[in-house]
């Protein structure tokens, strides 16, 4: 029973950490095309997991990751981001810029 228990548990980590390897992949790719098409560069090229959690919706229990990343909007200064992933779809990305007109 102990092997049993022990085998699962080792599964389950594994799991996590393919899933995880893939939800971060997906996430930059999505950030890298929204900085390209706000004009922004993405600093680092990189983002960093800030929260890990459990998102219960009408589709079931996913885990529900926040990533944080820096752009910068003309070269010199450091800005912060977010990205929110549902599972492995994007729920909320924000640069915290105001809204250009020709953006809405």
């Known amino acids: 029973m102990d092997n049993l228990f022990a085998i699962l548990l ?5 799991w996590f ?5 893939r939800a971060r992949e997906i996430a ?11 004009e922004v560069q993405l600093l680092d090229q990189a ?8 998102s219960w919706r009408s589709e079931g229990l996913r885990l529900r990751r926040v990533y944080r990343f820096d752009f910068s909007e003309e070269g010199t200064g450091r800005r912060n981001g ?6 492995l779809q994007l729920e909320e ?3 915290g810029l105001p809204t250009r007109i020709g953006d809405a």
């Open 17 to 21: 950490w393919l899933d995880s390897l």
């Open 82 to 87: 977010y990205l929110v992933m549902r599972g």
């Open 28 to 38: 930059v790719g999505i950030c890298q095309a929204a900085c390209a098409r706000h």
């Open 93 to 95: 990305l924000s640069f």
């Open 10 to 14: 080792l599964l389950l980590i594994g």
């Open 47 to 54: 983002i960093a997991l800030r929260h890990l959690g459990l």
